[in-house]
C-alpha cells in the first residue's frame, strides 16, 4: 500500500519543491510585465522553470508554446515526486494518467467539431504518449464519433462515451462528453483511494481529490442559475454529484436556491463565508479556487501522511501553472497588474 512510502523521503522532496513555487513577489513582478517573451525571460530566471526554458529563444516563443512548456514543469516534478511511491503502488500513476486521458480526448472531439481532427497529434505533449492506454494514432484519425468510440475500444472510456449516443448528424456535444469522462475519473480515483488507504491517509486523499469535484458543481449550479435559469432536474443532470468535505445540506440547499444571488448567499453563510462574503468575493471561479488552494495548503502543511503531502503539492503546482497562463495572456493583451490581479489564486488572506 502507499502507507508504505518512505515519509521522511517523499516529505522532505515535497517541502523542498513547494519552496521553490513561485511567491507573491514573483507574482507582482511578472503583472507588471507587458509582453510574453518578458514573462518568459522572468520565468526563465527561477528555479523550477529553468531547466525546461533554457533554450527558448524569448523573443520568438509565442504564448500556445509557452504555456506548454510550463505544463511539462509540472508532468516533470510528478515523475520526479512518483518514484518515491514505489513501482507496485499504481495511484499517482494512474490517477494522473486518467486526467492526461480524458484531457486528450476532449481535444480530440474539439478539434473534430471545429473540422482540424488531424491537429490532434501534434496537440499532444510527446513526452506524455507512454504513459497513456490509448492508441494516439487512432485519435489523430478519429474524424467523428464513431469512429473516436473505435479508437478507445480498448479502454475503460468507452463504456463512459458510448452509452451517450452523441454524433449522427451535428457536432458532439463536448461539455456532455466531458462531464461523463470527469464523473467517471471523481469515481474511479475515490474508488481507488477507498481500496489502497486507510485512516488518516485515506480521509484526507479523499478530501483533496472530491472537493474539486464539489467545487466545480458549485461553479456550474451558480452560473446556470445567474445566466441561463433552467429547471433543478434540469442542473441536476450536468453535475458530477461526487461526495466530499462540503456538507450535502449546503450541496441540496445550493441545487435549491432560486438565482445566482441565492447561491452566493447560502455560501456566504455557512463556514466558507470568507470566500463569498461582499467584500472578497470577485467570480465564482476565484472563490472556489481559493477553496481548492486553502485546503491542499492546509494538508501540505499540516499533514504527516506523504501521500497526502505529494497530492496536495500537485494542487498547488497546478493552481500555479494557472496562475502563470492567466498572467501570460494578460500580458499578450496589455492588461493592467489591477486586471491581472483578481484572476490569480493566491490564498486566502
Do not use: W
Request: hydrophobic share 40%.
Amino acid at each position: 500500500m502507499l502507507e508504505s512510502l518512505s515519509s521522511k523521503a517523499i516529505l522532505t522532496k515535497v517541502k523542498a519543491m513547494t519552496g521553490r513555487m513561485l511567491g507573491d513577489e514573483d507574482y507582482e513582478q511578472l503583472m507588471h510585465l507587458d509582453s510574453v517573451a518578458a514573462c518568459a525571460a522572468y520565468l526563465k530566471g527561477q528555479p523550477e522553470y529553468a531547466k525546461v526554458l533554457r533554450d527558448v529563444q524569448e523573443t520568438q516563443i509565442h504564448r500556445g508554446a509557452l504555456e506548454a512548456l510550463l505544463q511539462k514543469t509540472l508532468f516533470d516534478q510528478f515523475i520526479r515526486l512518483e518514484r518515491y511511491a514505489g513501482r507496485s503502488n499504481r495511484f499517482f500513476r494512474d490517477s494522473y494518467t486518467a486526467k492526461l486521458e480524458i484531457r486528450c480526448i476532449g481535444n480530440c472531439i474539439r478539434l473534430f467539431n471545429s473540422g482540424s481532427p488531424n491537429a490532434f497529434l501534434q496537440s499532444v505533449p510527446g513526452y506524455i504518449v507512454p504513459y497513456l492506454s490509448m492508441d494516439v494514432s487512432a485519435l489523430n484519425n478519429a474524424h467523428d464519433y464513431p469512429a473516436l468510440l473505435e479508437a478507445l475500444r480498448r479502454t475503460p472510456y468507452l463504456k463512459v462515451l458510448e452509452p451517450l449516443g452523441l454524433g449522427t448528424e451535428e457536432a458532439v456535444s463536448l461539455p456532455v462528453a466531458e462531464h461523463a469522462l470527469y464523473q467517471y475519473y471523481y469515481r474511479y480515483v475515490s474508488g481507488m483511494i477507498d481500496r489502497q488507504f486507510r485512516g488518516s491517509t485515506r480521509r484526507e486523499l479523499q478530501n483533496i481529490f472530491t472537493a474539486q469535484a464539489q467545487l466545480q458543481d458549485i461553479q456550474a449550479v451558480f452560473r446556470l442559475k445567474s445566466f441561463f435559469g433552467g429547471s433543478r432536474e434540469e442542473i441536476e443532470r450536468i453535475l458530477l454529484n461526487i461526495p466530499g468535505p462540503l456538507p450535502r445540506r449546503l450541496m441540496r440547499a445550493i441545487l435549491d436556491a432560486p438565482d445566482g444571488d441565492g447561491v452566493l448567499a447560502l455560501l456566504a453563510g455557512s463556514r466558507y463565508r470568507k470566500y463569498f462574503d461582499g467584500g472578497r468575493f470577485v467570480y465564482i471561479e476565484n472563490s472556489t479556487g481559493l477553496i481548492r488552494h486553502d485546503l491542499a495548503k492546509r494538508y501540505l502543511t499540516f499533514s504527516q501522511n506523504p501521500a497526502a503531502a505529494f497530492a496536495a503539492f500537485l494542487v498547488l503546482r497546478e493552481i500555479e501553472i494557472e496562475n502563470l497562463m492567466a498572467i501570460i495572456e494578460g500580458a499578450r493583451y496589455r492588461l493592467g497588474a489591477s486586471e491581472i490581479r483578481p484572476l490569480l489564486i493566491r490564498g486566502s488572506a
